[in-house]
C-alpha cells in the first residue's frame, strides 16, 4: 500500500480502475502461484544438477504433442475472456457459448494430457521410473487436478449465466480468473518440462 | 482484549480459542523440539539405524508422546471452534457437521497412531531391527500419508465459506482452503519412495507441505479470534433457562 | 466498440499461440546432430517466454490492465518473483553440478 | 414422550453392557492380573498359545461393544443443550472426543486379536502386538482425559438457580482427569506403579474409568427422571 501512497500522482483516467472479480479470488492466484513456484524451483535446482539424466527422460516426450495441448488451453483462455466481455455487454447467449468452447477445449486439452501420459506409460516411463518423470507426471497430475476443479468452475459460471435472477458479473469474472490461472501454471509446467534443456 | 473474564458473555469460546492455541503450540513444540519426529526421519534408514535412531531420541520419545496422550484431547477445541464458525454461516448444518466429524476421526490416523507406534519402538531397543523399522514406517507414514480427511475437511469449510452471505471467514480464506486442500493431495507419493524430494521427508511432500499448512492454520486461528471479537452476545445476564426451555427454543436460538 | 475488444483479444491469442510455436525453434536450435544437448540459452530464453506469456495473460485475458494499481504492482511482482527464483535455482544448480 | 422414553431405552442399555464388559474384562486372561512389560518375547508367544480361546473370544467381545458407550456419551450431550450456555460450542467439543475414545480401544482389542491370530509365528512379532496393543490401550486416555475437561467446564458455565448436573459433578471429573493422566506415561517404565501393569496406569486408571460410568450413569438418571417431570408438568 505504501508504494500506491509515495508513488507519483497517476494521470486521471476516463473509467473508474476496478480489480476483475472477488479480489479474494487473487489471493488465490497469488498464493497458489507462490506454491508451484516452489515446485519449479526444486525441479529445475534437481534438473541442472543431473542434466544428463534428465535430458536423456526428456527426448522421450513429444514436443508437438506438448504444444497442441498449450495451444488448445490457450484458446480455452481466449474463449473466457470473450466470455467475460459478452457477459459484460449483456450478450448473455454468446457468452454461454464461449463458455461452452472454454470448456470444449479444455476437454481437447484434457484428452491431449491424457494421450501423453498414455503414450509414456507404454514406453515405460512411469512415476516411479526416473527422476525427470517423477517430476513430469507430478507436475502434470497435480495440474490436472487443477483443471478437473476448473471444470467445477465452469460449470459455476454456466450455473450463472443460465439464470436471468442471477448473472453476477463478479462471479463469472472470478471463475474466469479461475481458468486463466489454471491456462498461466500449464504455461510455465509446459516451458520447464518440454523445453528447459 | 484481556483474559476471559467470568462475567464475560463470550468467555466459552475464549476458553476454546486459548485451549486450540495451546494445543497447536504444544504440538509443533513436542513434534519439532522433543520427539525430533518433525522434520521427520529418514526413510531409507536401514534396521539398524532405526535401531539406533530409536535410541538416540530414547527420552524425548517418550516423554514428548506421554505429554501428546495426556493432553491430545485438546484437539477436540479448534474442531470445536471451526464448526461453530460453519454454524454461523448461512448453509446447511450438514457443513457443520461433515466437518466436525472428519476432525473428530482424523485425531486417531493423525496423530494418535505415530505415538503409539513410536511409543512401541523406544519402548523395546533390543527388539528385531526389521520390526522396529516395521514401527518406524508405520509411525512415519500413518502420519504424513493420511491426508485425505483433511482433504476433504478443507473442502466442506470451503464450500461453506464461499455460500455464507453472513460474512462469518472473508472469502480469500475459502480460497486458501482450496491451497491447503491441493498440498494435502501432494504428500501421497510418501507411500512410494524412499528418497528424493517426494519421500516422506521430501522437499516438496513435506518441506512445501508443512509450510503451507504453517501458514494456513496461523490464519485460521488470527481468523477464529476475529469471529469470536465480532461476536455480539450483549452483555446482559446469560438468557434464563427455565426447565422448559426445550420448549420455547427462541430464547437460545444458537444452543439448539 | 465490442469487435475492437475481440480483436484485440484475438491479437493476444495469436500472439501466446506465436510464442508457443517458437518453442519448437528453441527445442531445434539445442540439438547437435540429432542429440539433445544441454542449453543454458535454451533454458533460460524459454523460462523467459513463459514468464512473458504469464505476463501477457494476466494483463490482457485476466484484465489486470484495467485494473488499480496495486493489483497491478502484486502481479508484476509475483512474475519477479517468479524469474527470480525459477532462474536461480537453475542457475544455482548449474553451479553446483 | 416418545423423545424421553427413547432416551430411557439408550439409558437403559447401560446395565447391559456393563455386564458384557465385565464379562469380558475377566474372560481376557490378561487382565486379572494384568500381563508384564516385562515378559520375554519367549514368556508372551507362549501366553498366547496357551490361552488363544480366552484372548479371542474376550476380544471379539470387546470389540463389538467398545463403542457402546458413545449412545450414552449422546444422552449427556443433549443434556448439554439445556445448559445455560450461549453457544454449542461445549457439546462440539464433547461430540469431539466422544467418537474418538472407543476407536483407540477398538484399535487395542485390533492389535490384540492379531496377536492371537497366529500364535505359532515368531514371538518377536508376537511381542509387538502385544506392546502396541497396551500401550494403545493404556495410554491412549487422550480423549477420555478431554472429555472429562470438557464437562467439567460445561458443568462449571452452567449457571442457572437449578443447573443440569449438580456442581460437584465437575470436581469429580476433574479428579477422573487427573487420575487418568498417568496412564498416558506408562511408555516411561517397565516396572513400577507407572508401568502398563503398574498401580496407577493399570488399577487407578481402570478403576477411574469404571467410577466414572457409575457416577455419571446416576446423575445422567437424576437429570432424566428431572426431564420427565417437566415434560409431565407440560402436558
Known amino acids: ?197 | ?256 | 466498440m465490442e469487435t475492437g475488444f475481440n480483436k484485440r483479444l484475438f491479437i493476444v491469442w495469436i500472439i501466446l499461440s506465436g510464442i508457443t510455436v517458437l518453442y519448437l525453434v528453441i527445442d531445434h536450435s539445442a540439438e547437435k546432430h540429432g542429440v539433445r544437448t544441454a542449453s543454458e540459452v535454451a533454458s533460460v530464453s524459454a523460462i523467459v517466454l513463459a514468464l512473458i506469456k504469464v505476463r501477457i495473460i494476466m494483463r490482457e485475458f485476466m484484465e489486470v490492465r484495467e485494473a488499480p494499481r496495486l493489483l497491478c504492482l502484486l502481479t508484476d511482482g509475483l512474475i519477479v518473483v517468479m524469474a527470480i527464483v525459477l532462474l536461480g535455482a537453475y542457475l544455482i544448480g548449474r553451479a553446483l553440478a | ?235
Open chain 2, 1 to 256: 482484549m484481556s483474559l476471559p473474564l467470568r462475567d464475560d458473555p463470550k468467555r466459552e469460546l475464549w476458553y476454546a480459542w486459548y485451549a486450540a492455541v495451546f494445543f497447536y503450540t504444544l504440538y509443533s513444540v513436542i513434534f519439532f523440539l522433543v520427539t525430533h519426529v518433525q522434520p521427520p526421519g529418514q526413510p531409507w534408514y536401514t534396521p539398524t539405524q532405526v535401531t539406533h535412531w530409536f535410541a538416540h531420541y530414547h527420552n524425548g520419545l517418550l516423554i514428548g508422546f506421554a505429554l501428546i496422550f495426556a493432553l491430545g484431547g485438546l484437539s477436540a477445541t479448534s474442531i470445536a471452534l471451526i464448526t461453530y464458525s460453519i454454524r454461523r454461516m448461512s448453509v446447511s448444518r450438514a457443513f457443520a457437521y461433515s466437518y466436525l466429524i472428519l476432525y473428530a476421526v482424523s485425531a486417531v490416523p493423525g496423530f494418535l497412531f505415530i505415538c503409539v507406534a513410536m511409543t512401541a519402538g523406544t519402548f523395546r531397543p533390543d527388539r528385531d531391527p526389521q520390526l522396529q523399522q516395521w514401527l518406524y514406517d508405520f509411525g512415519f507414514l500413518s502420519f504424513s500419508g493420511t491426508m485425505g480427511v483433511f482433504l476433504i475437511g478443507s473442502l466442506i469449510w470451503m464450500t461453506a465459506i464461499l455460500l455464507d452471505k453472513n460474512r462469518v471467514f472473508p472469502k480469500w480464506f475459502g480460497y486458501l482452503n482450496l491451497c491447503n486442500a491441493l498440498t494435502e493431495v501432494v504428500v501421497a507419493p510418501s507411500w512410494i519412495f524412499y528418497r528424493g524430494v517426494f519421500a516422506w521427508n521430501g522437499l516438496i511432500a513435506w518441506w512445501i507441505d508443512v509450510f503451507v499448512f504453517g501458514i494456513y492454520t496461523g490464519v485460521f486461528l488470527m481468523l477464529l479470534r476475529n469471529m469470536i471479537l465480532r461476536e455480539d452476545f450483549g452483555s446482559g445476564p446469560l438468557p434464563e433457562l427455565p426447565l422448559l426451555a426445550r420448549q420455547a427454543p427462541a430464547t437460545l436460538e444458537l444452543a439448539s
Open chain 4, 1 to 235: 414422550m416418545g423423545r424421553i422414553s427413547g432416551e430411557r431405552i439408550i439409558f437403559w442399555t447401560l446395565p447391559a453392557v456393563a455386564i458384557i464388559w465385565i464379562l469380558a474384562f475377566c474372560l481376557f486372561p490378561g487382565f486379572l492380573p494384568p500381563m508384564s512389560p516385562t515378559s520375554s518375547a519367549g514368556d508372551v508367544a507362549r501366553f498366547y498359545q496357551e490361552h488363544t480361546a480366552r484372548v479371542r473370544y474376550s476380544m471379539i467381545v470387546l470389540n463389538w461393544f467398545c463403542v457402546a458407550l458413545i449412545p450414552i456419551l449422546m444422552l449427556i450431550v443433549e443434556r448439554m443443550r439445556r445448559m445455560a450456555h450461549r453457544t454449542p460450542i461445549m457439546r462440539y467439543c464433547m461430540i469431539g472426543v466422544a467418537g474418538a475414545a472407543p476407536i483407540v480401544f477398538l484399535t487395542s482389542s485390533v492389535f490384540w486379536l492379531l496377536a492371537a491370530f497366529r500364535p505359532d509365528r515368531a514371538p518377536d512379532l508376537t511381542q509387538m502386538y502385544n506392546d502396541l496393543a497396551w500401550i494403545t490401550f493404556t495410554c491412549g486416555v487422550p480423549f477420555l482425559v478431554g472429555q472429562c475437561v470438557f464437562l467439567a467446564i460445561s458443568i462449571g458455565l452452567d449457571e442457572q438457580p437449578q443447573p443440569v448436573f449438580p456442581r460437584w459433578v465437575a470436581s469429580f471429573n476433574i479428579v477422573i482427569a487427573l487420575a487418568l493422566i498417568p496412564a498416558a506415561f506408562a511408555g516411561l517404565a517397565h516396572t513400577g506403579a507407572l508401568a502398563w501393569n503398574g498401580f496407577l496406569s493399570f488399577w487407578v486408571k481402570n478403576v477411574a474409568i469404571a467410577l466414572w460410568i457409575i457416577v455419571m450413569s446416576v446423575v445422567l438418571a437424576k437429570a432424566l427422571q428431572r426431564d420427565v417431570a417437566v415434560a409431565g408438568a407440560a402436558a
Open chain 1, 1 to 197: 500500500m505504501t508504494t500506491i501512497e509515495t508513488a507519483p500522482p497517476t494521470p486521471p483516467v476516463t473509467e473508474t480502475k476496478r480489480v476483475p472479480g472477488q479480489p479474494d479470488m487473487w489471493v488465490f492466484v497469488i498464493f497458489e502461484s507462490l506454491i508451484f513456484t516452489a515446485y519449479f524451483a526444486v525441479y529445475l535446482y534437481y534438473r541442472a544438477r543431473h542434466e544428463a539424466a534428465f535430458l536423456a527422460a526428456q527426448s522421450h516426450l513429444e514436443l508437438w504433442l506438448g504444444v497442441l495441448a498449450t495451444i488448445a488451453l490457450l484458446t480455452s483462455s481466449w474463449s473466457i475472456a470473450r466470455c467475460v466481455q459478452t457477459a459484460r455487454a449483456g450478450r448473455y447467449k454468446t457468452a454461454v457459448r464461449d463458455a461452452y468452447l472454454t470448456a470444449g477445449f479444455g476437454v481437447v486439452f484434457m484428452g491431449l494430457k491424457i494421450a501423453d501420459w498414455v503414450h509414456q506409460i507404454h514406453l515405460g516411463n512411469t512415476f516411479t521410473s526416473s527422476q525427470f518423470f517423477q517430476y513430469y507426471f507430478f507436475l502434470t497430475a497435480i495440474h490436472f487436478v487443477h483443471l478437473l476443479i476448473g471444470f467445477v468452475v465452469l460449470g459455476v459460471l454456466l450455473y450463472q449465466l443460465s439464470g436471468a435472477e442471477r448473472r453476477s458479473q463478479e462471479i463469472v469474472e472470478t471463475c474466469a480468473t479461475y481458468w486463466h490461472t489454471v491456462d498461466f501454471l500449464w504455461v510455465l509446467i509446459f516451458a520447464l518440462l518440454y523445453v528447459v534443456r
